[in-house]
């Protein structure tokens, strides 16, 4: 079973009508925050920098947001030369374990972005994970670059070739190798790319701590929400399956009981008797909401989900497991409890026993199919058919718009 591995995402969105300071109004007055605004050169007026986010319910509300400002300003990206760029972790994101740490990063990230102007990274760099192998990101760009043709039918004819997303060279990317002396250097595969302006820039890789991307730069611009996200969405599967499912860890499984009761797992006196009666709860055959948890125990919301990260810390990740407030029943309303309702009925559950994985090292799978539709399975990364389905009604649009 692959290993669900998030990656942070930060598209680059460029526009022209709008000047940034015009732009950050926008974005105040509509109280999206967690932007930055910069000029361009070229035919781009403003570019519009986002935080880091990962693929769960609370970044696509966000960026449904952000869209939201662009379009009600006026912003156009119709002009030859904009573009999109997509930066994607060379790494996990340390904690981000299901959907509820997910969209807890997210909004971690969205506010420190706000709240300091820097990205979170900068700050944190203990949330960055290790980063992928060389021959892993070997692989990502020989996908992309193999598929080359593929890929350019999905993008409009003026982002093919350009001189500012220029197509890797498939055989400078084979003779790229690594060096047995320093296994996290990949500087002979930078030199294989055409530096900034490929279609994979490398650049970011061993950059600042604020970044370690790798960034995607072929996407033409737009300010409509649903083409940005499917390009993101595209980009991770195509990691994510070549991280996870191209490079196969063996796994050596041990069952694991986790503590009776919260006095054995959090001994007084260093632990309160709050934690104790959170833990109780949540290790139960249904387990508890975070409604229920408040009420029992009078702590905030905020208190609560910190009981939950002590918890995952004390016993496993995979030791608790999140029932999201959609498959749980609004005592209000006798319906099941939707995004509306806010996370109080989001439930949580402390398994009595779980599997303790461990994994081994990776190693690459030729038999596995390098298709750029196949589809990677995972939580956060995946193309399922309504995804593949709308990739080939915009290539047979583009065709249709532009015949030979």
């Known amino acids: 079973m692959p290993v669900n591995l998030y990656h942070a995402f930060s598209p680059e969105l460029e526009t022209e009508n709008?000047?940034?300071?015009?732009?950050?109004?926008?974005?105040?007055?509509?109280?999206?925050?967690?932007?930055?605004?910069?000029?361009?050169?070229?035919?781009?007026?403003?570019?519009?920098?986002?935080?880091?986010?990962?693929?769960?319910?609370?970044?696509?509300?966000?960026?449904?947001?952000?869209?939201?400002?662009?379009?009600?300003?006026?912003?156009?990206?119709?002009?030859?030369?904009i573009g999109m760029h997509v930066h994607i972790s060379n790494g996990p994101i340390v904690g981000v374990v299901d959907e509820d740490t997910a969209n807890a990063f997210c909004q971690?990230?969205?506010?420190?972005?706000?709240?300091?102007?820097?990205?979170?990274?900068?700050?944190?760099p203990e949330l960055q994970g290790d980063p992928i192998t060389f021959e892993m990101i070997k692989q990502i760009c020989l996908r992309y670059t193999i598929q080359q043709a593929v890929i350019d039918t999905m993008h409009p004819p003026?982002?093919?070739?350009?001189?500012?997303?220029?197509?890797?060279?498939?055989?400078?990317?084979?003779?790229?190798?690594?060096?047995?002396?320093?296994?996290?250097?990949?500087?002979?595969?930078?030199?294989?790319t055409h530096g900034k302006f490929s279609t994979i820039n490398l650049q970011h890789w061993a950059g600042p701590a604020a970044y370690k991307t790798i960034e995607f730069r072929q996407a033409a611009g737009t300010v409509d929400f649903n083409k940005c996200y499917q390009w993101v969405e595209f980009l991770l599967n195509l990691v994510a399956h070549t991280v996870n499912n191209q490079f196969p860890r063996t796994e050596t499984r041990t069952d694991v009981t986790t503590p009776e009761t919260g006095a054995i797992a959090f001994p007084r006196p260093n632990v309160g008797r709050r934690q104790h009666m959170i833990y109780d709860m949540c290790r139960t055959a249904t387990g508890a909401t975070v409604q229920e948890l408040s009420m029992a125990t009078g702590a905030p919301r905020a208190s609560v989900a910190r009981a939950i990260v002590a918890i995952r810390q004390r016993t496993a990740a995979q030791a608790v497991v999140t029932h999201t407030q959609q498959s749980n029943v609004n005592p209000a309303t006798g319906n099941n409890a939707t995004y509306g309702d806010g996370d109080d009925l989001c439930r949580y559950q402390v398994l009595e026993n779980y599997s303790d994985v461990v994994l081994g090292d990776a190693s690459f799978d030729a038999t596995v199919n390098p298709s750029i539709w196949t589809d990677a399975g995972m939580e956060n990364a995946h193309l399922t058919d309504d995804q593949f389905n709308w990739w080939q009604d915009r290539i047979d649009r583009i065709a249709a718009q532009n015949p030979r």
């Open 18 to 81: 709008v000047r940034p300071s015009r732009m950050e109004n926008h974005f105040s007055r509509a109280n999206v925050i967690g932007t930055s605004q910069d000029s361009d050169a070229g035919n781009v007026d403003c570019e519009t920098n986002l935080a880091p986010l990962v693929n769960c319910q609370r970044a696509r509300d966000y960026l449904r947001d952000v869209f939201g400002v662009l379009n009600d300003a006026g912003a156009d990206a119709r002009s030859t030369g």
């Open 108 to 124: 971690r990230s969205i506010e420190h972005k706000e709240n300091t102007g820097r990205v979170i990274f900068q700050d944190h």
């Open 158 to 192: 003026s982002r093919t070739g350009m001189h500012m997303a220029r197509p890797l060279s498939q055989r400078a990317l084979t003779r790229a190798d690594i060096d047995a002396s320093n296994v996290t250097d990949i500087s002979s595969l930078v030199n294989a």
